[in-house]
């Protein structure tokens, strides 16, 4: 059988990203199983935690890059929310410390530069707004949250959160309009 | 003082009478009210229109022809206004931005060999002007909470030379990215599709219309484009229909889930697809070849396939199963241009394939009954059931479990697929300059090879898409055909990856 060949040369292709990330998964998983085990096996605080959700946010933000919606807010809030979520960690299993000092004034920082990201290419953002909203939402949240347990002490960051939030929110609405309701209308759809 | 070096166009246009000078640049001024695009965008189309009147100039049209022929009602407010529209994606394209992986998504191929080599500036302009008439396919993939849909966007689309390997993934990861390829190589004109976007036979209708504006745009009058949608023609809201959504009720849905079925044996290769190939017949010879059996062309190529795959494997007491597309416009009136196919099995355990005589009737009772319009109906309301069952939770749920599901529903369920888009239906006029036309399966993950049966102007092209070097597979199913006295010539591409 002989073949015509009617297709361009292909030089030899480089191993694509999805057999770099079947190789790569092998080391992550088993650092993270290894770090577990030794953990267990040590015993005291559970600092292997810090490891695994590191292993993650490492893998998903360097590695395992988004195949849809990739976009500089996307991208910037998921480092945020990895950050906030392995400091969190740290206070919690490990060692309690400043973290929720830190871990809003990261929250107030990403909301302010997500918000400059959002606004210097408005035209082209617009159409990745969802990630955004869903981030000054979390805040809301959680200040609402940090209202009810918090001591009267920390109010000051409940308070710089909230309004942050609702300041980015009117300033969305505002210069969106119309089209705010219809990203959200698209993000919610169930049809 | 530092000069603007001139460029080809500013050279051709120094060279302008006064008059033809003044059309020139009034179209230009024109051009700006229609192109509201970013900056970069409306610099490359202006480009684009540019390098096609140097074209033309070099053909030496007249400048009143060039000005007809790219005339910018062809642009249709497309580009002048901003981008308002979405799609949810149809029910059965749902599973497609859910399940693919990096490098792997299901894109198939849809190609036009021309009797001339092609005109990139003019396919770029035939591309500029016809998209528009496509509102779901100017759009990017986005993700909501509960699914993905498709977002408008504005953009100057590209034509590319083709210089890599058919199918391979698209990036639909960034803001405003296309999901569709349009290519040209030699005289082939190329365009692969995201699923998502559309079936084959949706894909049809666009490359049959970018042909025809192609055609037209070198200058050829064309006498009669019925079949053929009008780019010039406001889109019809039909044409976006998702048809799951009509389908009524039935109480046996079903369909959906097969056994798993055999492979073929060889290795899988490191780049997929490693090969594709194409088998050119006399569609008309294959037809009474087919009718010497008594069966019709694609149960005949199913049979090949079956015996072939036979041949590729080492393992002798499973069952293969192919996979057979229908498509359901054939059985519910329909416009739309988004996915609107399901799908059967033909399933035949290995120790019974031997002869075409010795299952031919098996394979058609099969057809027959499981691509009938009941069982159709079965699995197009088993579909939207599953879609409605599941569209409240949350796509970062749901997306790791139809992942897996997909693997086991889709590719391992199948040996193969065989998908016939049938015979193309074009102005005779259009025979003048098309050869054939090619239709490449997109690749899966675990079959070996599947095939793809397209027919025009007599010339039938299965094409192969193969997913092992094993060469087994072809060399069988050729050896079958000019067994059976056919005449097949064998295009195709290198074996990738060797």
């Keep these: 059988m002989e073949v015509k060949v009617t297709y361009p040369h292909v030089e030899r292709r480089k191993k694509g990203r999805r057999k770099m990330l079947q190789i790569l998964k092998w080391p992550f998983i088993v ?33 395992a890059l988004d195949l849809v919606e990739y976009n500089r807010i996307s991208q910037f809030i998921k480092a945020t929310i990895y950050s906030c979520i392995i400091l969190a960690l740290i206070h919690f299993l490990i060692v309690p410390f400043w973290a929720l000092g830190i871990i809003s004034i990261l929250v107030y920082a990403a909301l302010v530069v ?37 001591d009267t002490k920390d109010y000051w960051a409940v308070i710089v959160l909230s309004s942050i939030s609702v300041v980015l929110l009117i300033v969305c609405i505002s210069v969106l309009r119309l089209d705010f309701l219809r990203e959200l209308k698209k993000g919610f759809h169930i049809k | 003082m530092k000069t603007k070096k001139k460029n080809s166009f500013d050279i051709f246009m120094d060279r302008q009478t006064d008059e033809n000078f003044e059309k020139l640049r009034s179209f230009f001024i024109d051009f700006n009210s229609c ?13 684009d229109f540019e390098n096609a009147i140097l074209y033309y100039d070099n053909k030496h049209f007249t400048i009143e022809k060039i000005l007809e022929l790219l005339s910018l009602k062809n642009l249709g407010g497309f580009y002048a206004r901003p981008a308002q529209s979405w799609f949810p994606l149809d029910d059965a394209a749902k599973i497609y931005p859910v399940s693919m992986e990096h490098g792997v998504m299901s894109v198939f191929r849809l190609s036009v060999n021309l009797k001339e080599e092609v005109v990139p500036e003019l396919l770029q302009m035939a591309l ?13 993939l986005k993700k909501g909470i509960f699914w993905h849909y498709l977002d408008s966007t504005k953009r100057c689309f590209n034509v590319i030379e083709e210089n890599d390997i058919p199918c391979q ?55 009669d484009s019925t079949n053929i949608l009008n780019i010039n023609d406001n889109p019809d809201i039909k044409e976006f229909t998702n048809e799951f959504l009509n389908v009524e009720k039935t109480p046996n849905a079903s369909g959906l889930y097969n056994k798993l079925a055999t492979q073929m044996s060889g290795n899988l290769a490191k780049v997929m697809p490693c090969r594709v190939l194409h088998y050119r017949m006399d569609a008309n010879h294959l037809r009474e070849v087919a009718r010497k059996y008594g069966i019709t062309v694609s149960t005949y190529i199913l049979c090949l396939m079956f015996i072939s795959a036979k041949f590729s494997c080492e393992i002798y007491d499973g069952e293969f199963s192919i996979q057979v597309p229908v498509n359901m416009r054939k059985y519910y009136e329909s416009k739309t241009l988004r996915n609107f196919s399901m799908y059967c099995g033909i399933r ?86 098309i050869q054939d036309m090619d239709f490449v399966l997109n690749t899966s993950t675990t079959n070996r090879a599947s095939c793809g049966l397209i027919t025009y102007n007599n010339n039938a092209t299965l094409s192969i898409t193969k997913n092992t070097k094993d060469p087994s597979f072809e060399t069988k199913l050729y050896e079958l ?9 064998v295009e195709g591409s290198e074996l990738y990856g060797s």
């Design chain 2, 348 to 433: 035949l355990p290995i120790s019974q394939i031997q002869k075409i005589e010795d299952f031919k009737e098996e394979v058609v009772n099969q057809l027959t009954i499981k691509s009938s319009k009941e069982e159709m109906h079965k699995m197009l309301y088993a579909t939207k059931k599953l879609i409605r069952n599941i569209r409240l939770i949350p796509l970062v749920i749901k997306q790791p479990i139809a992942k897996f599901l997909s693997g086991i529903l889709g590719d391992h369920a199948f040996t193969s697929t065989l998908s016939n888009i049938g015979i193309v239906d074009l102005p005779n006029q259009f025979k003048e300059y």
């Design chain 1, 114 to 150: 997500s918000g400059i990201l959002f606004l210097t290419d408005i035209k082209r953002q617009k159409q990745n707004m969802l990630p955004m909203f869903f981030f000054i939402v979390a805040a809301l949240v959680t200040s609402a949250i940090g209202f009810i347990l918090s």
């Design chain 1, 31 to 63: 650092g993270a199983l290894a770090s577990i085990i030794v953990n267990i096996c040590v015993g005291g605080k559970a600092w292997s935690a810090i490891v695994v959700a590191g292993e993650i946010a490492l893998w998903k933000l360097v590695f």
């Design chain 2, 169 to 223: 993934a698209l990036k639909v990861s960034q803001s405003g990215s296309q999901s569709f390829r349009a290519m040209y190589y030699k005289n082939r004109i190329t365009v692969e599709f995201f699923h998502v976007l559309t079936d084959a036979s949706g894909g049809m209708e666009f490359i049959k219309a970018l042909v025809c504006e192609y055609i037209r745009l070198l200058g050829i009058e064309i006498e």
């Design chain 2, 35 to 47: 192109c509201l695009l970013n900056k970069t965008d409306k610099n490359k189309m202006r480009k």
């Design chain 2, 481 to 489: 055909l000019t067994n059976d006295g056919l005449l097949v010539e």
């Design chain 2, 128 to 140: 500029t002007f016809t998209i528009k008439r496509f509102p779901s396919f100017a759009t990017t």
